[in-house]
């Protein structure tokens, strides 16, 4: 099984920051890895896919890059709604692996 | 709009059964596969396994720590897709969610193919297994 591990697991940022988060796969995944985004009680929520494209009413202040096993999910400017969990995901193979997760609190 | 809802949580006992449901709209049901995500308590996303669509020949895939124990099945004349869990252990209590995978063609340099993507998720059906 292909695993991913995030970093880092909790993320303390103030709104207006720029934050990246990380995503490493245990074997090579090309560009094939998605994010999500987690809100407290909320059902999870696409941001990214193919690695880099950006779902489709996903704010511009997302961006995804990377490939082979090192990923990154960066947001440019935090907005008081951008804290939540986030998971990266790997659409390589099965079994369809997730991170751990990386909660990003408010400073 | 495209919707999933499940339905048929509740509580268990050890060794129990307990059979899900995930009833779609909006989408052409027999073209698309569903899988399902669990997640317990205050703990990360975990992928259970899928059914794949009629192209697919409805091949199905599980995650270890439930193969041999549940089975996800489909009616499309329902548009219902089934998760029958058995053997349940305590271990398994969670919230499940029913996604859609999408996908995407991609051709780049590297070659062509298709990206996948869970972009519709259900509000999730809790399963406590608990005596």
């Known amino acids: 099984d292909i695993q991913l591990t995030q970093s880092p697991s909790f993320l303390s940022a103030s709104v207006g920051d720029r934050v990246t988060i990380t995503c490493r796969a245990s074997q090579g995944i090309s560009s094939h890895l998605a994010w999500y985004q987690q809100k407290p009680g909320k059902v999870p929520e696409l941001l990214i896919y193919?690695?880099?494209a950006l779902q489709s009413g996903v704010p511009s202040r997302f961006s995804g890059s990377g490939s082979g096993t090192d990923f990154t999910l960066t947001i440019s400017s935090l907005q008081p709604e951008d804290f939540a969990t986030y998971y990266c995901q790997q659409l390589k193979s099965y079994p369809y692996t997730f991170g751990q997760g990386t909660k990003l609190e408010i400073k | 709009e495209v919707q999933l809802v499940e339905s048929g949580g509740g509580l268990v006992q050890p060794g129990g059964s307990l059979k899900l449901s995930c009833a779609a709209s909006?989408?052409?049901?027999?073209?698309?596969?569903l899988h399902w995500v669990r997640q317990a308590s205050g703990k990360g996303l975990e992928w259970v396994g899928r059914?794949?669509?009629?192209?697919?020949?409805?091949?199905?895939t599980y995650g270890a720590s439930v193969k041999g124990r549940f089975t996800i099945s489909r009616d499309d004349s329902k548009n219902t897709a089934y998760l029958q869990m058995n053997s349940l252990k305590t271990e398994d209590t969670a919230v499940y969610y029913c996604?859609?995978?999408?996908?995407?063609?991609?051709?780049?340099?590297?070659?062509?193919?298709?990206?996948?993507?869970?972009?519709?998720w259900g509000k999730g059906t809790t399963v406590t297994v608990s005596s």
């Open positions: 909006g989408l052409t049901f027999s073209g698309s596969a």
């Open positions: 059914i794949g669509s009629d192209a697919d020949t409805y091949a199905t």
């Open positions: 193919g690695a880099s």
């Open positions: 996604t859609r995978l999408e996908r995407s063609f991609y051709y780049d340099s590297s070659g062509y193919g298709y990206f996948y993507y869970m972009d519709v």
